[in-house]
């Protein structure tokens, strides 16, 4: 039994099936909601309705964009020889972020996982196949987590691309640059001892 | 500078005004909404839009309602002889939840907060002396929290009701059932022993 209106109780419930949000916070959230000037819930009501409706994946890389193609796909500026193959559009954004990237990308919308019943098919990897066979590309970067599920979608994706005549790089594995390493845990530590290179 | 496209960085944007939801936050619900059964959001947006529509306050008591009267205060089955103030209609919810009284409330709104310049004519208490005057109520329990401000609104009140004939008592503070005395904080365990009372 609930001791809030139903309108209220409504939008309780709306908010607790957010991933992180429970109900304690779902209430806060709305009693926070209820006090603010109207125009906040109004305009948040207004953002969720915008999304759905213009938001959609780009049809070149499965990104997110609110156009047929994707700012990045659409800016000539961007590296046309090279692709960086990402699991999902968050990575993209963290990589664009970093600065660390030039070329387009490709995001996969998901990982291999046979456990879970996702194979090749399910994710974008037939979409990659087509965007290698019209040329133009020279270097393909795998950058899928470091998760079992990643490594294993980035050892699949390398045999496919093998045929192709192509450069095909994996993003590297180490210590976080500024971490202190009695705190990296052990099996990265592991694999930056393993891979280590001439200084 | 954004990685995102306009619409969902506008999601991002609304979501993260809300209380303790940063950008981290609000970019991880606004990727949920995004990947969630569209339903979703679009449900999230109308509990908004109807809870803006429809929860309005209480005429009586100033708690949260979607019709004119309140389910507590239309509930001829409540004690109306008997009042409890409190600061907000959270609060009320948590007596309610507790089972702990079988009156009706009045929802002040608010406290007095002279740093913040709030007075006696920012919070609901004309709406309450009324309420008295009309007559019928033999006790008010003050419920307003153990904060300064709850305090001294509480104070405030109990001079105000003095000239009314009527009960006023003010909800028990001390050490919390089931709490482990050695993590009481101090204040709460001075005021214990002070207002200790024969076994």
Redesign the interface.
């Known amino acids: 039994m609930s001791?809030?209106?139903?309108?209220?109780r409504?939008?309780i419930?709306?908010?607790s099936?957010?991933?992180?949000?429970g109900e304690k916070?779902a209430?806060?959230?709305?009693?926070?909601?209820?006090k603010a000037p109207?125009k906040?819930?109004?305009?948040?009501?207004?953002?969720?309705?915008?999304?759905?409706?213009?938001?959609r994946l780009c049809s070149e890389c499965n990104g997110?964009?609110?156009?047929p193609l994707?700012?990045i796909c659409a800016d000539p500026g961007r590296d046309q020889t090279t692709l960086c193959v990402v699991e999902?559009?968050?990575e993209?954004?963290a990589i664009?972020?970093a600065g660390a990237f030039s070329g387009r990308y490709h995001i996969l919308q998901g990982t291999l996982s046979p456990m879970n019943g996702v194979g090749p098919e399910d994710i974008r990897i037939r979409e990659l196949m087509e965007r290698i066979r019209r040329g133009g590309i020279t270097e393909v970067v795998l950058a899928t987590g470091t998760s079992v599920e990643g490594e294993a979608t980035a050892s699949y994706l390398a045999e496919c691309l093998a045929p192709h005549n192509i450069r095909v790089t994996r993003i590297a594995s180490g210590v976080p640059i500024g971490g202190d390493l009695k705190f990296v845990d052990p099996v990265t530590l592991k694999r930056a001892m393993e891979v280590r290179h001439a200084f």
């Open positions: 001791y809030y209106p139903a309108s209220i409504k939008l419930a709306q908010l099936r957010l991933p992180g949000i916070t209430e806060r959230l709305a009693m926070h909601l209820l109207p906040e819930a109004d305009a948040l009501a207004a953002a969720l309705v915008e999304m759905r409706e213009k938001a997110l964009s609110d156009s994707c700012r999902q559009p968050a993209m954004v664009e972020r």
